[in-house]
């Protein structure tokens, strides 16, 4: 979901008509709500490596799925962004499915069907598989050892 106020600054299109900048608007709002949180993005990348060096390829392909999570939605934005702007008219759309996958990488759409939340899915393994392997690690290195002096 999206808010009008999310897209009043967004720069008008040469030629966009009202109708059209206001359907542009929410996929707007979805990639300006990515670049606000560039910095997360920014330590998560920072981070990688270091988690690499621990714990191997394993760690890599954990934060592959974050980064293919963000991917996904920027481009799934980007793609229904481009498509207000050059959609034909009332013919038939031969990529309806693949329009209405990346409405689903942005947000559900109608029914709720978790099946094809293909982003909700990675980010869901991606915090247990986060969880499961780094946990340990940082359980213990906050816990005193049993017999430490203090």
Known sequence: MSSGYEWKDMPRIPGETDVEWDRRG?????????????????????????CMAMFGKEAEDIFMLMHRSRRSIEVSSEMLAWKVRHYDGPEIDHN?????????????????????????????????????????????GFKPEPNADV
């Not at 929410?26 to 920014?42: L, M, N, T």
């Not at 709720?112 to 969880?131: A, H, N, S, T």
């Open 96 to 140: 309806a499915e693949f329009y209405e996958q990346c409405r689903r990488d942005i947000w559900d759409v109608g029914n709720f069907e978790p099946e094809k939340d293909k982003v909700g899915k990675q980010l869901i393994e991606f915090r247990e598989r986060m969880e499961r392997t780094f946990r340990p690690v940082i359980d213990r």
């Open 26 to 50: 929410p996929f707007y709002a979805v990639s300006r709500r990515i670049q606000r949180h560039k910095d997360f993005f920014e330590r998560a990348f920072k981070l990688q490596p270091r």
